[in-house]
């Protein structure tokens, strides 16, 4: 993915490392290809203070970066699978990323890769770094949600909810748990890849007793031009409570920031008064008011 930005982007929410982590995906992932720090942001006056925004490029994928405060913690329920073309940028990244983490699953073979880990990061986020073998390598790097505890065997119903809300969706090949695979009930979905906006996905759902769920920490971001757009996407919204400054949870427990394009631009663009102006007007709003946010 190049090029024009991507439809949906995700949002990362640290307590204050968000320029250190930037800093530490950037040369991570420069071995595999492109990366680039596109924009720091400093928005005053908010309920956490100052907040540091920094926008991210990683292998064509967009991240936004947050230090906002010790709200929130990163889970493995949203995990990002780096797609690698050889064994040695699997070793490369992992070194990088494993450091000062916690292992998931030890790097090493499997059934489905000659060369696999899951860590968690200095900072928590979950990376998923695989060997592709002779499997071609579309989107190098590739969300994966985890359907657990009360969320567990509602991911098909998710992927057909999700493909309805976004255009140019598909939900691609589902692998399902066999007879002897318990604690997960045969037929429960072991993995499956789906698309929203032309961009791929992987979801998967186990039974297991884990102690973590999805958390505003993880959330994404849904870029639109219009306030038309912004009311369509504003529909995923289940959770009254949670909707604030653009952000909402839907009805399985994901979180979502629905955003217009032109915000960006204002605060990326406008001087230190136009600035204070639009954080203060968004802060008051739950779904984003386009005009109200010109007028600021």
């Given at each position: 993915m190049s090029g024009?930005?991507?439809k949906i982007t995700p949002h990362l929410w640290y307590d204050k490392e968000a320029k250190e982590a930037a800093e530490l995906y950037t040369s991570a992932f420069s071995a595999l290809g492109p990366t680039r720090i596109k924009s720091t942001v400093t928005i005053h006056d908010t309920p956490s203070g100052s907040a540091d925004i920094v926008t991210i490029e990683l292998?064509?994928?967009?991240?936004?970066?947050?230090s906002a405060g010790p709200y929130f913690k990163f889970t493995p329920?949203?995990?990002?699978l780096v797609a690698c073309r050889t064994k040695e940028e699997v070793q490369g990244l992992w070194d990088k990323l494993a450091k000062g983490g916690k292992t998931l699953m030890e790097l090493g073979a499997y059934p489905f890769s000659e060369k696999y880990g899951w860590t968690q990061d200095r900072y928590g986020l979950?990376?998923?770094v695989m060997f592709m073998g002779e499997r071609p390598v579309g989107q190098r790097i590739t969300p994966s949600l985890m359907f657990v505890r009360e969320q567990y065997g509602k991911t098909e119903e998710a992927l057909r909810y999700y493909a309805s809300v976004f255009r140019n969706a598909k939900?691609?090949?589902?692998?399902?748990?066999?007879?002897?695979?318990?604690?997960?009930?045969?037929?429960a979905v072991k993995y499956a890849a789906?698309?929203?906006e032309g961009q791929d996905f992987a979801a998967m759902e186990s039974a297991r007793e884990h102690d973590f769920t999805f958390t505003e920490a993880i959330s994404f971001m849904v870029h639109c031009e219009t306030q038309k757009e912004i009311d369509h996407y504003w529909g995923l919204s289940a959770v009254p409570e949670a909707e604030q400054c653009g952000w909402l949870k839907d009805r399985f427990g994901?979180?979502?920031?629905?955003?217009?394009?032109?915000?960006?631009?204002?605060m990326e663009n406008g001087d230190k008064k136009k600035m204070a102006a639009v954080t203060q007007a968004f802060l008051k709003m739950k779904k984003f008011d386009i005009a109200e946010l010109e007028r600021a």
């Open positions: 024009a930005r991507e292998l064509g994928q967009e991240f936004t970066l947050l329920a949203v995990s990002f979950s990376w998923q939900i691609g090949e589902i692998m399902r748990y066999a007879r002897d695979e318990e604690p997960d009930r045969e037929g789906f698309s929203l994901l979180s979502w920031q629905v955003v217009p394009n032109a915000m960006d631009r204002m």
